[in-house]
């Protein structure tokens, strides 16, 4: 089982740059896959990223370009480097490993 901790979230003006983090507790982190995924008000959680260990990241469309994935094993810490952003990247983001999920983290770009 593996408990994930996020951290990061606020709120940034269109153009801006956030990182979030996703620390994750217990051995599975380092073999497994991070998912991100967020949730804007009234919308259904749509998948961001992922990334895998010794993997090439993959990004969706709306945020190829402009977000990038990182992980560092020896801190069982996954990164989401967020520029560029958008209004529309208002959204609660969420990490997600083997089925578990952060506890989520807001983020709020004003335009």
């Known amino acids: 089982q593996v408990q994930l901790v996020e951290s990061g979230g606020g709120l940034v003006q269109a153009g801006g740059s956030l990182r979030l983090s996703c620390a994750a507790s217990?051995?599975?982190?380092?073999?497994?896959?991070m998912y991100w995924h967020r949730q804007a008000p009234g919308k259904q959680r749509e998948w961001v990223a992922v990334?895998?260990?010794?993997?090439?990241?993959v990004y969706a469309d709306s945020v190829k370009g402009r977000f990038t994935v990182s992980r560092d094993n020896a801190k069982n810490t996954a990164y989401l480097q967020m520029d560029s952003l958008k209004p529309e990247d208002t959204a609660v983001y969420y990490c997600?490993?083997?089925?578990?999920w952060g506890q989520g983290t807001q983020v709020t770009v004003s335009s």
């Open positions: 997600m490993c083997r089925g578990e």
């Open positions: 217990g051995n599975a982190f380092r073999s497994n896959a």
């Open positions: 990334s895998t260990p010794g993997g090439i990241p």
